[in-house]
């Protein structure tokens, strides 16, 4: 079992739908990185959340610690969302290497 | 502020050779974290720095391959004798570091990545 675990793994969806990608982990810190790749490799940093629920633009992010598992969903999806999303959990404080999942594909078709 | 950058964005190499990559963090980021990614994979960690020390190395970090941080601002990794496995992309990030005593964790910010191929 994968200490970081996504869902799905591929996503295809229509310009417009509202998108959710799981992610639950077993091990690290009680705080959650999200981050976009784009093809070509580079990876941006989207949200770092350790309680409840962030918002930035279209992007919300969510996490439950009791629970280890966290959400982002995308509302209003723009093709120019496709990417592959990864979550990633830090492996303690003063320790923050990250694990990371295998990512979620996301496809969006105009 | 110019982020994290990584030279060369491609290298392609013959299997047996010597291959050495830098990154140059955002400056005043104490740490600095060197991942690796294979296709259809999620990255993996190799090492980190705090400053100019090397605190933590991965078990995929065989003896063939070392990284330097010698004045605590750019790092090097360099691959000895490459063999075709190590074709991957290769992902240096920064953070500020230090705040973790007040229970933070900081985000990372990641370079565009050095691709690899071993021919």
């Known amino acids: 079992k994968n200490e970081v675990e996504q869902s799905p793994q591929n996503l295809t969806a229509q310009e417009g739908e509202f998108i959710t990608i799981n992610c639950s982990y077993s091990?690290?810190?009680?705080?959650l990185h999200w981050l976009q790749q784009h093809p070509g490799g580079g990876i941006v940093s989207l949200f770092m959340?350790?309680?409840g629920k962030k918002k930035h633009g279209r992007l919300i992010a969510t996490i439950n610690i009791q629970e280890k598992h966290s959400s982002l969903h995308i509302t209003a999806s723009h093709p120019r969302d496709s990417a592959v999303y990864i979550c990633a959990v830090p492996f303690n404080f003063g320790n923050e290497k990250l694990t990371f999942g295998t990512g979620t594909r996301l496809t969006i078709i105009p | 502020d110019t982020g994290v950058s990584q030279d060369p964005r491609h290298k392609i190499t013959k299997r047996g050779q010597n291959v050495t990559f830098r990154c140059d963090p955002i400056s005043e980021h104490n740490r600095l974290y060197w991942y690796r990614q294979t296709l259809g994979q999620g990255p993996e960690f190799l090492t980190y720095?705090?400053?100019?020390?090397?605190?933590?190395k991965s078990r995929l970090l065989s003896d063939r391959f070392s990284a330097e941080r010698p004045k605590g601002s750019f790092s090097t990794l360099e691959i000895q004798r490459t063999e075709q496995g190590d074709s991957a992309m290769y992902l240096c990030?920064?953070?500020?570091?230090?705040?973790?005593?007040?229970?933070?964790?900081?985000?990372?910010?990641f370079g565009p990545g050095t691709r690899l191929t071993v021919l």
């Open positions: 990030a920064s953070s500020p570091g230090g705040r973790e005593l007040a229970g933070f964790t900081d985000t990372q910010y």
């Open positions: 091990v690290g810190i009680s705080a």
């Open positions: 959340l350790s309680s």
């Open positions: 720095f705090q400053n100019e020390a090397q605190l933590e």
